[in-house]
């Protein structure tokens, strides 16, 4: 008995919808860190919280 497992050997490679979503998740990184460089990250953080409260306010009020 070997303690090799079957699925070792040749690493598989993401398919393409790994890969989109790691370069999106690498340009949401990106824009925070320009963000933060240029000074606008509380605007932008302001703008986002604003979004988000009345996106809740507005599904509050259909329950």
Known sequence: MSDVEP?????????????????FVFAVLG????????GR?????DRVAAWLHRQYAALA???
């Open 61 to 63: 009020r259909l329950f």
């Open 31 to 38: 824009y925070l860190i320009w963000l933060a460089v240029s």
């Open 41 to 45: 990250y509380d605007t932008e953080v």
């Open 7 to 23: 699925s070792a050997g040749k690493p598989r490679s993401a398919n393409v919808g790994q890969r989109l979503f790691a370069l």
